[in-house]
Each structure stands twice: as C-alpha cells, then as structure tokens.
C-alpha cells in the first residue's frame, strides 16, 4: 500500500477501526524509546497523527475538537501504555498489599497521560491549515502539551516525544541548545513529513516537506559531530571513584531485619578487589552508594557509622543514599524523613548532604487533596515510612571534599529538563543516586538512565549515576559513556571523573529556545507558501 493510499485507509476510517489505528499508531512510538531506541520509528506516530487529524471532522468547529480530542487521546493512549507497562513491576514488589491496584499504575496512568495529546490533537484541529503548515501545528501543538504534562501536577515528563531521538547520541546533542521540548517540536516535524507525501497534489508538494525534514534531520547529525570531541574527555586530576552497586532486591531492601546484613554487604562489595592494581579501596578517593541504601536513619544509627569508618581508608569519603531524620516541628507526631544525600568522612562523621525536593507522587507520600480518599481505599505510598518522604526546601549544591561541587538528583528528580541547575557557582558534574530496584528488567530503568544522561547533554557536565540494581554509570559531558555496569548485575565500578565541557545554550537561558521555536513554528504554518 502506497502512501495515498495508507493516508486515505486512515483519514476516511470510522468508528472501532479509527479508535484501533490510532492506539496502533501511538503504541508503536514506544519502540523509538529506550531500550530499542529505533529512532527511525517516530515517523509512524506522527505520519499518522496528521492523517487521524484529517479525519476529524464536523459541521461545527465544537464537533471538529471533540472528534479530533477523542482521536488524539487513542492515540496517546497507545503511547503510554505501551511506553510505562513496566510501572506495573512496582505493584508487584509487595504483592500482598498493591498487586490489586496495578491497573491503577498500568492503565489508568495512561489514560490520563492520554488527555494532554488529546488537547494537543483538539486545539490543532481548531487551527489546522492546508498542506504541509499542518505538521508545524501539529508539532507546536504536542510540544506544548509535553512542556505542560511536565509542570502540571508537580510534572510528569517521562518519555517526552523528543525522547525517541536521543538514542543516537549525534541526534541527541541539540539538546544542549533546545533542551528536551526543544527536541520534541523537531521529532515531531520531521516524523510527521511523510504525511504529506501521502496527501498533497502536486508533486512539489509532496516532496518539499520530505526533504525540509531530511535537511533537518542532517543538520541534527552535522551539529552533533561538530559538538563531541574526537578525543576523550579530560579528567579531573587526583580524583579516582568507586560506584557501588548491590542489585539489592527490593523487597528486602526496607526490611530493618536486615540492616546489620545489608550493611555488611555493602562494606565487603565496596571492599572487592577489581585488578591486581586495584586492591579494594586503598587506590579509592570517593565510594559511592545507591539512593535509600539502609532500611534505618544512618544519622540516627551510630554503630553503623562506626562499621563505616573503620572500613574507609584515611581520606577517603563514602557518599550515599540515605533516609534523614529532621528537627521534630511544634505540634507534630514525629520527625519530618527526608530522601537525602549524605556525605561521610573517614570518621563517620556526616559533613554534608542533600534533602530530595521533587517526590516521587504515590511513590514517596501521597497528595494531599486525594490522601484520606486514597488511604480509605487501601491504599499508601510505596515506600514504608510512616506519612512518606518530606521534601526538601530548595534544590542547592553539594561540596564534597576533593570534587568539584555536585549537582546532586536523587532518582525521579533526573527526568525534569532544566531543574539541573543550582544556585551559586556552576556545578562540576551531576551526582545521580537511585533505586531502580522497584521495576526489575524492564523498560523503566533503561529509559530512566537515558533522561539521566540528557540532562548531562543539556547542561554541558559529567553524570556520576549509581543505582541500586543498575543501570550505574560515569558518562561525558556529551553523553558518552565512560563506564558502566548493567541491569542485575552486582559489581563496583573504579572509574576517573570528567571534566565539565562548556557551558550550554539551554544552561543559560533553559526553555528560551524552545519558546522561540514553537512562536516560530505556528507563525511559518500560516505561510501561504506552504499551501
């Protein structure tokens, strides 16, 4: 089937086989996802969006939202259940008492995912010209839409539609310049300039569009080899760092019962010999461990800050996840728990840290609003701390002896484009610890490891990433990676810390560009040459 003919199947269909298309066509954007990344894919989603927005018509301009609207929310409903089907291994962690509320995280996550590429779809049918301007409107349209899905409700901005084309790394690196939103008007352009090939009348119609998009899709790929170094990056002198990674399983994880066995694990993993040369930590400057790695406050749990000081070498600093215990407020049952960074030296004593600011919602507390309802159902937060994790105050940096100052994210707070930034002097690189423990071998913790390494790109800094059960990694300021250990692996990792690159276009001003772009974007769709 030719592609008039492809446009045509779609435009004029109706009803169930409608509603089927565009869940199909959505479903498939997932594959151009971690951890397939077949980029190539983003022009199926969108070549059939145009074509689902043809479609959509009415004698009034109401009718025409609704049918567009109700089109665009099949289509992304695909797009999400097929991209956060993983979420359900999190029910599945203490089966006992959330495997019945998986079609909570599984389907109805999706379904109201769904609503924003359903806007998207509506509002663009409202403004939808005449050949090739509509696949500006409908990038402008879903590359708002994204920004707002992530902002809205604290922001959800996992698996932005920019995301298909990051997985080459040569694609990747305009976001440096546009950021993520940036990145999601351009996929979408470019996925969507086959459509008009299936539906122009004239054959410079139908072949300006194409190859616009090709030109683009070149200039992506030429400014991606201008930007990487030939070379490797330079490293910071006299710094030699150890990732730990336990793959822990989850279950286990938050079990007091077995502290003092998971503190032990921990010191003698950290301990293993890697070489001959690399004698456990003698040669070690940094030990790094996972995000929440004790089932109790470290700060409140003296013999096991002892046990660690007598295993770290003198100047040697360990830093690790760790629930934090605040000051008890006037009126309060117990203490504020935080999701922190904590900074040890060799004599345990803690010098510094990190309180988490962007929760985890239904994972690390529950809402406000929706608490009594949810917990009269059943229902709390996945972690097991009474009332769930508090956030922290303010995003700020974080000085460890020895590094450059880190810009430290714990876990969730790596997939929000332009939240990298911290007050003060710019960071020397990103400091990442996670437990991707909850989701075992899936999707999920590939694809939270690729928006970890973007937002390296988009700032121009090193990313330092231990996680729990993987995927840990040092990765360049360009997003190479400089060594990892995968998946449901148990290991240590003894790697040198990079160098920052040059400050980024999208570290100065954020979501300028990105703003400049999609006003750009709805102004060339009106051209009259584009008819």
Known sequence: MGLPKAAEAV??????????????????????????????????????????IDGAVGVSAGRRFRAAFATGWWWGFGFFLAGLWWLGAAFLVEADKFAWAMPLGVVALPAFLALFPAAAFGFARLIWPQGAGRILVLAAMLALTEWLRGHVLTGFPWNLYGA?????????????????????????AIGAAPAVMGTAATPAGRRLPALLALAALAGLFAFGYWRIPAGPSPVVAGVKLRLMQPNLPQDAKFNARNGEAILNHYLALSDRATSPTTPGLQNVTHLIWPESAFPFLLGRTPGALSRIAAALPPDVTLITGAARAGEMLPGESRPPIFNAIQVVDDEGVIVAGYDKVHLVPFGEYLPPVLDTLIRRIGLSQFVAIPGGFSAGNARAPLSIKGLPTAAPLVCYEAVFPGEVSVRGPRAGFILN??????????????????????????????????????????????????????????????????????ITFYARLGDAAFLGLLLLFLALSRFRAWK
């Open 433 to 502: 610890l996670t437990n991707d423990g909850w989701f075992g071998r899936t999707s999920g913790p590939y694809q939270h490891f690729a928006q970890a390494r973007l937002r390296g790109i988009e700032e121009g800094l090193p990313l330092v990433r231990v996680a729990n059960t993987g995927i840990s990694a040092v990765v360049d300021a360009y997003g190479r990676i400089l060594a990892s250990l995968p998946l449901g692996v148990e290991g240590v990792l003894d790697v040198s810390l990079p160098r920052g690159g040059p």
């Open 164 to 188: 298909m084309l990051t997985g080459e790394i040569h694609l990747a690196q305009f976001a440096s310049v546009v950021g993520l939103y940036g990145l999601t008007l351009l996929a979408v």
């Open 11 to 52: 435009i004029l269909s109706w009803g169930w086989r409608r509603r089927l298309i565009a869940l199909t066509a959505g479903a498939s954007g997932a594959l151009a996802l971690p951890p397939l990344d077949l980029w190539p894919l983003v022009v199926v989603p969108m070549t059939v969006a145009v074509w689902l």
